[in-house]
């Protein structure tokens, strides 16, 4: 069974910085992509960022130009750096394995609980 827990969140002011960190109970390299969702109070959940196998990434609407996803297959953790966060970044974040997509909508099969990010003016 496969298990992701998710670290790192927390209240921050907006421009500040926070980096997210997801420990996968298994070996990164055996998922075909790993990820960052984000969902917001009443809003639908929503790609951040992915990381292929071979290392390539993608980054949704919401991540592209602040927000770095990397990872460290020696350790099996997956991060999300955050800058110059601001208030509409406030949402729940979570880390998620082996996404694929129907369209320009995400899903994943393994999903962690989820880590809570608050930016406040």
């Known amino acids: 069974q496969v298990q992701l827990v998710e670290s790192g969140g927390g209240s921050v002011q907006a421009g500040g910085s926070l980096r997210l960190s997801c420990e996968a109970s298994?070996?990164?390299?055996?998922?075909?992509?790993m990820g960052w969702f984000r969902q917001p109070v009443g809003k639908e959940r929503e790609l951040v960022a992915g990381v292929e196998r071979d290392g390539s990434t993608k980054y949704g609407d919401s991540g592209q130009g602040r927000f770095s996803i990397s990872r460290d297959t020696a350790k099996d953790t997956l991060y999300l750096e955050m800058n110059n966060l601001k208030p509409e970044d406030t949402a729940m974040y979570y880390c998620a394995a082996d996404l694929y997509n129907s369209g320009t909508d995400y899903y994943a099969e393994h999903w962690g609980q989820g880590t809570q990010v608050t930016v406040y003016s």
């Open positions: 298994g070996t990164i390299s055996s998922f075909n992509t």
